[in-house]
């Protein structure tokens, strides 16, 4: 069983950074395509961002925002979301998600191709 656990959320100023991490845990990191999405209250899940395997390949929203970065580190079994210039249309619980690895490309932007979900982490910018 894969378990992804989310930290870093909290409360931040508008205009300032957050990073968040999810570690993954129960089988290879490597082997599985990670993917960042978010929720606010009353709204659909809304795609983040997503990186292949190995790193190689990271996509964004095809409108995106330029202010979040992917990275991971496959030694630490870990994947982060920087956030930076946060604005209070980011408020949103955040949620880390496993896809094992089936060359989905951009379809990475898609919550159901993903198996595996952690638990979120609650993001609030004020104004």
């Known amino acids: 069983q894969v378990q992804l656990v989310e930290s870093g959320g909290g409360l931040v100023q508008a205009g300032g950074s957050l990073r968040l991490s999810c570690v993954v845990s129960?089988?290879?990191?490597?082997?599985?395509?990670m993917g960042w999405f978010r929720q606010a209250p009353g709204k659909e899940r809304e795609f983040v961002a997503a990186?292949?395997?190995?790193?190689?390949?990271?996509y964004y929203p095809e409108v995106g925002n330029g202010r979040f970065t992917i990275s991971r580190d496959n030694a630490k079994n870990t994947v982060y979301l920087q956030m930076n210039s946060l604005k209070p249309e980011d408020t949103a619980v955040y949620y880390c998600?496993?896809?094992?690895?089936?060359?989905?490309?951009?379809?990475?932007?898609?919550?159901?191709?993903?198996?595996?979900w952690g638990q979120g982490t609650q993001v609030t910018v004020s104004s």
């Open positions: 998600a496993a896809e094992p690895q089936r060359g989905l490309g951009g379809r990475l932007r898609v919550p159901s191709v993903y198996d595996y």
């Open positions: 990186i292949t395997w190995n790193g190689g390949t990271t």
């Open positions: 129960g089988r290879t990191f490597s082997s599985y395509d």
